[in-house]
């Protein structure tokens, strides 16, 4: 696994509450998908961190990082979120503002972790939003979330399909490994997959 990209300036001390403080009221009365969403990624983006054996101030930064990753979809009519149909492309194109939303939200609190807010759906390929950025450049926290995002999104019941089954998920994974995710997290993912499936199915 590549480490040299991974250590990071200035690493924020997250165990000050001011954070939490400041946001996690916003996602009280918002939509209820979008709160078990982000806790179930961040227990999966904790359990890729240990297998990727990250310092402990890394830990910190993943934890509230990926707990706080879909802050920005306070900012998006909760119609729109909870469509059961296909979205327009004007929907589609507002939902994707929500990691600019996060960005913005988290920026003046914390600009590390705003900057793995606005990253999360990069693409490892480049072909992802809101910058296209690629390969290393994404924030290496960023691309665990990935990974941890679309597991989650995948195994879940959404308002317009049921939840794919777990060798499904896993297929995934494997198919979209050097174009949507980082192979790194992916050979991670593989040492801790029955763990992660253990988080899934209990929660």
Known sequence: ???????????PNTKDDKLHED????????????VEHSFR????????????????????????????HDIGKTKINIEILNKPGRLTDEEFDEVKNHSKYGYLIIKP???????????????????????????NSIP??????????????????????KALPWKTCISEIDRNNGIMYDPDVVNAFHLCQDEISQIISNL
Do not use: W
């Open 1 to 11: 696994m590549q480490k040299k990209d991974r250590r990071m300036k200035n690493m």
């Open 23 to 34: 946001v996690q009221h916003l996602f009280q009365q918002e939509d209820t998908y979008t």
């Open 41 to 68: 990624v961040a227990k999966i983006a904790h359990v890729l961190g240990i297998a990727m054996h990250l310092c402990e101030q890394e830990m910190e930064t993943l934890n509230k990082a990926s707990e706080l």
């Open 109 to 135: 609190l914390n600009d590390i972790i705003a900057d793995i807010i606005f990253a999360h759906h990069e693409r490892y390929d480049g072909k992802g939003y809101p910058n296209g950025l690629s390969g």
């Open 140 to 161: 290496f926290l960023a691309r665990i979330i990935a990974v941890a995002d679309s597991l989650d999104a995948m195994s879940s019941d959404r308002c317009y399909r």
